[in-house]
């Protein structure tokens, strides 16, 4: 079999897995920007929220200040998993070459 032939199967095979990846992706990400936006009315509705109100449970409690700060750290998680993501990706592409010149990731 020639090389070339196999690019054609090694494509008419992955093409429609692709698509299908990118189309739940952008399902997924619509599903969140859509949440996203509700709890963002949610909050701008609220007119003097009371920060200091406290949710107990059997695992112990938890302050509403607490929750949203919270809220904010985790997506800011987030963007640093997708800042990594995107660095390796440079790295990769970059083969053979080297991005030590870049310089080294900024310490936390």
């Known amino acids: 079999m020639q090389l070339g032939a196999s690019k054609n199967i090694l494509a008419a095979i992955l093409c429609p897995y692709i698509r299908w990846r990118q189309a739940i992706q ?3 990400l619509e599903g969140f920007l859509a949440e996203r936006d509700k709890s963002l009315t949610w909050l701008k509705s609220l007119s003097a929220p009371n920060w200091e109100a406290e949710y107990i ?3 112990g409690s938890i302050k509403a200040g607490e ?5 904010v750290a985790h997506d800011n998680l987030h963007t640093r998993q997708l800042v ?25």
């Not at 592409?93 to 080297?98: H, I, K, N």
């Open 67 to 71: 929750m949203f700060a919270s809220w």
């Open 26 to 28: 952008a399902e997924i």
């Open 57 to 59: 449970d059997q695992h």
């Open 84 to 108: 990594e993501l995107r660095r390796q990706r440079i790295v990769s592409l970059a083969e053979p070459f080297d991005v030590g010149y870049a310089g080294d990731r900024i310490p936390l």
